[in-house]
């Protein structure tokens, strides 16, 4: 069963920094290249932008401009998990953030499967 369990939200001020753990299973973590996502809070028609990139190994990221520089994604392939460390928060920051496949898709024996975790709840505020 594919699963993506997020953590690690909370309330931050402007400025400050907050780490998010996402704890994935159910597929084989180490062949997908994976992302962080985040959706406006209290808007679930929002479309969930992609602010980071990794790549199957580890060795390639990206980044989305507005989180350039002061956002950094990574990931252990021996324990299938992806982090993503945050400094100098801001309050456009604020969103529900989720792990994914890059892809929005992961394969598994038979085909694909989409589904998304409950998310990690940033909010940044003074």
């Known amino acids: 069963q594919v699963r993506f369990v997020e953590s690690g939200g909370g309330l931050v001020q402007p400025g400050g920094s907050l780490r998010l753990s996402c704890a994935t299973s159910g597929f084989n973590f180490s062949s997908h290249a994976m992302a962080w996502y985040r959706q406006p809070p209290e808007n679930e028609r929002a479309s969930r932008e992609s602010?980071?990139?990794?790549?199957?190994?580890?060795?390639?990221?990206s980044y989305a401009d507005s989180v350039k520089d002061r956002f950094t994604i990574a990931r252990d392939n021996a324990k299938n998990t992806v982090s993503l460390q945050m400094y100098n928060l801001k309050p456009e920051d604020t969103a529900v953030y989720y792990c994914?496949?890059?892809?929005?898709?992961?394969?598994?024996?038979?085909?694909?499967?989409?589904?998304w975790g409950q998310g990690a709840r940033v909010t940044v505020s003074s």
């Open positions: 994914n496949a890059a892809s929005r898709e992961v394969k598994v024996t038979g085909g694909y499967v989409q589904l």
């Open positions: 602010v980071a990139v990794i790549s199957s190994t580890g060795g390639s990221t």
